[in-house]
């Protein structure tokens, strides 16, 4: 099973007025292509920090990270941008969808941004068809329920087919009903396509369903499930 990355001695400081306050203590992660790995833990150990750091979104103040043998924080700002773009697709507890624009556009909008594809129309309509919202692609975020609109967003993390996608509290807005159906989502991707996920979460049916549960712990890593 190939490694698609690979996080070293990640360490992340923030200077709080006179303080310092470490949410990162020295976390060390491989994971493998195809795999659903859950980061687990109370509020406040470093979960999110530890996803964006991984996603090149924020940077660590030690450590590295490779991501597909790339070590993201050797590129400038404006490759690692392209990289990111590429490679990792982002899925967080706002969906973040822009709301002058169609579920369809908002899925090309990423792709536009990175691959011009002239198929890039027809990939994204291929996509929300594969999320089940074939029905609702001329839909603006204002006419879809919520669990609706997070498959759009889920949609326009897989657009430019990148090979990681990072989920921040997915279905923190969503009742149980449509945070059950997201996460069969994510478990038919990953079984259809091999796609691999980091998901941040407090929901014990993902962490049953994943391929391993990581626990946090002041900054962290407190075991492996």
Known sequence: MSKILT???????????????????????????????VI???????????LHVIGGLDKPSEGEVIVEGENIFSLNDKDLAIFRNRAIGFVFQFHHLLPEFTALENVMIPGMM???????????????????????????????????QQRVAVARALINKPKLILADEPTGNLDKKNSEALYHLILDLN??????????????????????????????IKNHL
């Open 7 to 37: 996080a070293k001695n990640l360490n992340k400081i923030y200077d709080s007025g006179p303080q310092q306050v470490n949410v990162l203590r020295g976390i060390d992660l491989v994971v493998n292509t195809g795999e659903i790995v």
């Open 40 to 50: 687990m833990g109370p509020s406040g150990v470093g979960k999110s920090t530890l």
């Open 114 to 148: 990175y691959n011009h594809s002239e198929n890039l129309e027809n990939d994204a309509k291929s996509i929300l068809t594969e999320v089940g919202l074939s029905e609702r692609l001329t839909h603006k975020p204002s006419e879809l329920s919520g669990g609706e």
């Open 191 to 220: 079984k259809k396509f091999n796609q691999t996920f980091i998901i941040v979460t407090h929901n014990e049916m993902m962490a049953e369903k994943a391929s391993r549960v990581v626990e946090l712990e002041d900054g962290r």
